[in-house]
């Protein structure tokens, strides 16, 4: 008998896990406001903005990564409208800790390679976001299968089991300022990593089935 309920309890757990929801998010990185911090300042970027201040958060469940962007004008600055954009610079796999290699350009709905001329459209990749002028607030979603398998082909380096980071190194959102950099610690500006071991939908049901027939062998063994 002690065989079956460490089965069924091991059966309970893994099904608790699979169907888990999102993750919580990290603490918000914070970009405050200065009226006089730098604009283009990719090679040396600070936690400033020079039109006002903002939070950014990443999320993630098994399917997609998750950020909001949320403009913070009680923390100084004015907020803009016509300044309603987000570009985002990722570091993604194995180059997640050394450099940004993916760029998303949010509300434009595209994305490119930094340093590199052009980007390319993200239609058809699952790739959405919402743009909120009266609230100031970016939300995007990127799915996990982009970063593990790079479909417009644009060139970044890929995440895996091996390398599962996404790391959100630069962000230069609702002005021209670029926050990022070593201030905001070895994460920077937020990182999540793609979920390792949870199957397919279609794998589910193979796993439990196989957790149903140990249970009944282990049942077997009892009588």
């Known amino acids: 008998m002690h065989g079956i309920r460490t089965s069924s309890c091991c059966m309970a757990l893994v099904m608790a896990s699979l169907c888990a929801g999102p993750r919580a998010a990290r603490a918000d990185a914070l970009v405050n406001y200065s009226a006089t911090a730098p604009e283009s300042n990719f090679g ?13 958060s990443l999320s993630e469940d098994a399917t997609n990564l ?22 985002l610079y990722f570091g993604t796999g194995s180059s997640a800790g050394m450099t940004s290699d ?20 993200l239609t058809g990749t699952g790739f959405s976001f919402t743009a909120d002028a009266a609230t100031g607030v970016i939300t995007f979603t990127l799915p996990w299968q982009f970063l593990e ?11 895996s089991a091996a390398n599962p980071d996404v790391m959100l190194r630069l962000s230069q959102s609702f002005g021209y300022s ?3 950099g070593a201030s905001y610690g070895a994460d920077r500006l937020g990182l999540e ?5 949870v199957p ?22 009892a009588v």
């Open 178 to 180: 670029v926050a990022g």
């Open 66 to 87: 998750y950020g909001t962007i949320t403009e913070r004008q009680d923390l100084g600055g004015t907020y803009n409208s016509g300044l309603l954009f987000a570009n």
């Open 149 to 159: 398998t790079d479909p417009l082909g644009l060139g970044f380096t890929t995440v």
């Open 44 to 56: 040396d970027p600070t936690n400033q903005s020079d039109t006002v201040a903002y939070t950014i």
């Open 200 to 221: 397919e939908p279609g794998s589910i049901g193979l796993l439990a089935a196989g957790l149903v027939g140990v249970a009944a062998a282990a049942r077997r063994r």
């Open 193 to 197: 990593m793609l979920p390792v071991g």
């Open 102 to 121: 993916l760029g998303i350009e949010v509300t434009n709905d595209d994305a490119f390679i930094p340093g590199v001329p052009g980007s390319v459209l």
